[in-house]
């Protein structure tokens, strides 16, 4: 409404007087008109340059997110919850018995590949952590302890989550509850705290109620816990045998959907305990896409309002260009009567409306450039001022202004002289 009375304002105020000079009202309401649309023209396609560069930069950066390795081979994998509660489970090697039960009826049903069991599962951003030092050298202060994740597995979590051994061994059975402590660690706490030695054999000492000390039997690869946009944080993991916890996330490989898997799950555990629920059942492929989900989200609603105001911008600049031709068709007449050519007039009404195209990119980066500092925590391997995109984005956003201004500037080279020496 307010851009459309500003026109009818305008109209309001003319003078009859000045209406009746040959073209003198005319031609000044005329240029300051084209002055005021072509100020407008050129902060639609300001709007539209930092729109666009920001979809860049998301788009970019999803791109490199879906490369990501998150440690982990997600296809063909169901995963559930279990908890057991304390007032059945009381004792420790009662959780322990259940859950081997349970893998080895999960192992028998048909399809099913590796069985295994994690507290807290990868891609998830739930995570149990605590304060640890090296058990070779004095206990820091509390202030100074650095801290690690602390996850408790099934022996056979490993395999079946495809989580690499790059050095020593994985959990089996001598890692039951009357053994010595043993643990396994990531490759990012082998490397910070190890840099220049070999941990297998090593006492680490963590918190967990009292002071555990643990044997490093083994490193396994990084998994990304919180996120794909995440890096690898330190972590301990702990056999299940040793710890007697009552919940795991149970995971299973299948060898085709794993949606199917669900319902023989279930049945395996009810036959056990028929109060137990399954409870949050997902698999990791849909973990996988979940973790980019908000990125996503960001992503797909900025590109709508960069593709919006894109198309306003090319419409604002092919309606200002159509609107010029009509208004100078007396004056196209006179340069094609005096041999103007066609390409001539072409290029007078495309250099007129790409005029306002580059002020307005201008503009747009400068202003793109001032706020790419907002992008930083929505950028994922990629900088806020990456030229590709400000440069890609640059030159789309031209490319689309020249078509809109050459559909207007055709028209206009085919107009007849003689018809245009007598428009009014």
Known sequence: MVFGLVPAWGASKT??????????????????????????????MALALVLLTGAGLLIKSLSNLSRVNPGITTDNVVTARIVLPSSRYPEGHQKIAFFDRLFERLEALPGAGAIGGIT?????????????WRGDQPEPPPDEQPTTDI????????????????????????????????????????????????????????????????????????????????????????????EQTGLLHVVVRTSSDPEQMVAPLARELHALDPDLPLASVRTLDEMLSSSVSTRRIQTTVLSLFAAAALLLAAIGIYGVISYS???????????????????????????????????????????????????????????TTDPTIYLSTLMFLIG???????????????IDPIVALRYE
Request: aromatic share 8%.
């Open 15 to 44: 003078h009859l007087v000045e209406n009746l000079k040959e073209g003198g009202a005319r031609t000044s309401a005329g240029l300051h008109g084209h002055r005021f649309r072509g100020s407008l023209v050129a902060i639609e």
């Open 120 to 132: 807290w599962l990868p891609l998830s951003g739930m995570r149990s952590a605590t304060s640890f």
């Open 151 to 242: 996850r408790i597995s099934s022996p056979t979590y490993f395999q079946t989550m495809g989580i690499p051994l790059l050095q020593g061994r994985l959990f089996d059975k001598r890692d039951r509850s009357d053994a010595p402590q043993a643990i396994i660690v990531n490759k990012t706490l082998a490397d910070q705290f190890y840099p220049d030695e070999d941990p297998l054999g090593k006492q680490l000492v963590y918190s967990w109620g009292e002071p555990v000390v643990g044997e490093i039997v083994g490193i396994v690869g990084n998994v990304l816990h919180g996120g794909v946009d995440q890096e690898s944080r330190p972590a301990v993991y702990r056999p299940y045998a040793q």
């Open 325 to 383: 031709v009509s208004q100078r068709l007396q004056e196209m007449g006179i340069r094609m009567a005096l041999g103007a050519q066609g390409s001539d007039v072409l290029k007078l009404v495309i250099r007129q409306g790409m005029g306002f195209t580059l002020l307005g990119a201008l503009v747009g980066t400068v202003v793109a450039l001032g706020a790419s500092r907002l992008f930083t925590s929505l950028v994922f391997g990629i900088s």
């Open 400 to 414: 689309i202004a020249l078509v809109a201004c050459w559909i207007p500037a055709r028209r206009a080279t085919k």
